[in-house]
């Protein structure tokens, strides 16, 4: 076989092979089990989907209990750097905003002292929420942290960023739920 057509059968080859297998993790990714309980991910202009935690202070929340005052959502771990860096600037907002939005720290997988501890070290004020077991965060499908949801006052979703925020990035965010300093 003539070695350039030899080339383009093994790229084309490759190529098939490659769409064939998107496809399929396409589909397995999006197909869920019938009578599956998990919602699908949740997407912009939809309502936020409801969930019970425990806070730090040991009481049970539920993200619905926040309707009336839009809602930032962050998904955070203590072991995360990006998610540390961006603490201070969700604690600033918390305290200048605290009339117009509420901020939520959700913990994934680690145990109250832990977060606890980092809470204190960080004098963190805002209210921090724990999902030992990544439960909530499965539910959201959150593969990546920090992941931050941008919630309007009568719950629903109007943006999600995944990755550390900069103040002038969530400045931009907080104006799609028409907020700000």
């Not at 490759?14 to 197909?31: A, E, Q």
């Not at 305290?95 to 002292?113: F, K, W």
Request: a neutral charge.
């Amino acid at each position: 076989m003539n070695p350039r057509l030899r080339s383009v059968s093994i790229v084309t080859g490759g190529l098939f092979f490659g769409l064939i297998l998107g496809g399929f993790l396409l589909f397995f990714s999006l197909h869920r089990e019938p009578g599956s309980k998990r919602p699908l991910p949740p997407t912009t202009g939809e309502a936020m989907v409801d969930f019970s935690l425990t806070a730090l202070d040991r009481k049970t929340v539920r993200l619905s209990e926040l309707k009336g005052k839009p809602v930032v959502l962050n998904f955070w771990a203590t072991w995360c750097p990006p998610c540390r860096e961006e603490m201070p600037l969700f604690e600033k907002y918390s305290r200048e905003l605290r009339d117009q939005i509420t901020v939520v720290g959700v913990n994934y997988g680690e145990d109250a002292v832990t977060v606890q501890n980092f809470v204190a070290e960080n004098r963190i004020t805002f209210p921090i929420w724990l999902d030992p077991k990544g439960e909530v965060s499965d539910l959201y499908y959150i593969d990546s942290y920090p992941s931050t949801f941008f919630i309007d006052s009568q719950g629903v979703l109007r943006a999600r960023h995944i990755g550390q925020l900069d103040e002038d990035l969530l400045k931009k965010y907080l104006a799609i739920l028409k907020v700000g300093p």
